[in-house]
């Protein structure tokens, strides 16, 4: 009983965080000289200096940006501090041309997902940090993923791991890799392969879907799980 109960917050926290973070966006910018320039949002704290930069998880609406600049020998110098309109849920590129002068180069709905290890917003008002921004399609993050498969493990049977695994992709995306970690969870081929073909509509990647073939044990595996895609 307390493990359902554990596994049902688990599901109710994937999907919450899901639905939250697709609406957020990202921010590129770098300069027309490619200098190194360090940049805050809404007064949080600066990146470090590096020629371009991938802002991400950053809310709609007006971002106050500021700027600096550094050149050798000098100290670092304000060259834009204004306010920036973010769209919805979309991936915004910039260059900064000069003092106070930076030119939108384009503005694109998001249609991918932002990998982790890029510099974000927290989301709660205190600044940026690193977080995985989705799309309309997004698949677990890391954390999320960890919470699910670390369920799954600690499930004494096979069956009733497979029925988390499947439930949880009731409600959210997965992709390729993240198939091919959870498949490792199950004791029986049958199990790994009747997961595989499930998870198969959830995954946000098929292209690479060609990577849980190394999880299976028999070949007969591999191509039974080809013509139940190909069919």
């Known amino acids: ?105 384009a503005v694109i709905p998001n249609t991918v997902v932002i990998d982790n290890g890029y510099y974000g917003y927290n989301g709660n008002g205190g600044g940026y940090n690193n977080q995985q921004v989705c799309a309309s399609q997004c698949y677990m993050s890391d954390t999320q993923f960890e919470d699910l498969r670390r369920t799954v493990c600690n499930q004494n049977f096979d069956d009733t791991k497979l029925s988390i695994a499947l439930a949880a992709l009731r409600i959210n995306k997965i992709s390729s890799r993240q198939v091919a970690i959870l498949m490792r969870e199950f004791t029986f081929e049958s199990n790994r392969l009747a997961f595989a073909k499930s998870a198969y509509q959830s995954t946000v990647d098929r292209e690479n879907y060609f990577m849980v073939n190394n999880e299976f044990t028999f070949s007969s595996s591999i191509n039974e799980l080809n013509e139940y895609i190909n069919g």
């Not at 109710?12 to 697709?22: E, W």
């Not at 190194?36 to 809310?59: A, E, M, Q, V, W």
């Open 1 to 105: 009983m307390r493990k359902t109960v554990l596994f049902i917050l688990v599901l109710i926290t994937i999907s919450i965080a899901a639905q939250a973070n697709h609406l957020l966006s990202s921010f590129a910018i770098r300069t027309n000289d490619n200098s190194l320039i360090s940049i805050s949002i809404d007064k949080g704290p600066f990146t470090n200096y590096s020629r371009k930069h991938l802002l991400t998880g950053i809310p709609a609406g007006y971002r106050q940006v500021t700027v600096y600049k550094i050149r050798p020998q000098h100290a670092p110098r304000l060259v834009f501090n204004q306010m920036v309109y973010v769209e919805q849920a979309s991936e915004m590129s910039t260059v900064l041309r000069g003092f106070q002068n930076l030119q939108v180069v």
